[in-house]
């Protein structure tokens, strides 16, 4: 295993910790673009799961600009994160490596969901919620299309 195998794996779980559908959100819309990945990832196969993931990756866009959503790093938005890094993590992996993939994007998002936690909240005292949070909208999709589209290959005939 070398770790520059696995980097897809580790910048998606980066993804992952600031938002937690994003990651598998991007790999549905590459399925559907007619993209393969090169670890299984059957689940996101089934049109119910693909399209599931396209409409909680868009929900969760504006969900996080509410007064009332709850901080990232609560029992269920870390527990959102570990599943989608998770599968994104694998899916992007070697086949073969797909649990090293799981487990790196998981240790990667976790603890970087409180850093992204922190950069939001100086954010958001200074140019507010909304603001604040439809930047890191433009950063954190941008970074999971970028990932997914260069860890990704167009299928074969």
């Not at 901080?71 to 490596?97: H, N, Q």
């Not at 850093?115 to 005292?125: F, H, S, V, Y």
Request: hydrophobic content about 55%; charged content about 20%; cysteine-free.
């Amino acid at each position: 295993m070398k770790i520059r195998s696995l980097l897809s794996s580790v910048l998606i779980g980066a993804v992952a910790s600031a938002r937690s559908m994003t990651p598998m959100a991007t790999i549905a819309a590459a399925r559907l673009a007619g993209r393969r990945t090169t670890g299984e990832l059957v689940l996101l196969d089934h049109p119910v799961f693909k399209f599931g993931a396209l409409a909680m990756g868009v929900g969760e866009l504006f969900g996080d600009k509410m007064k009332s959503a709850p901080d990232r790093t609560v029992f269920l938005g870390l527990l959102a994160r570990v599943a989608s890094a998770g599968i994104a993590g694998a899916a992007l992996a070697p086949r073969g490596e797909e649990q090293a993939g799981a487990a790196l994007a998981v240790a990667t998002a976790v603890p970087l969901a409180y850093l992204t936690l922190a950069g939001r909240k100086q954010a958001m005292a200074r140019i507010g919620q909304t603001r604040s949070g439809l930047i890191e909208d433009a950063l954190i999709v941008a970074a999971g299309i970028t990932v997914v589209a260069l860890a990704t290959r167009p299928k074969r005939g």
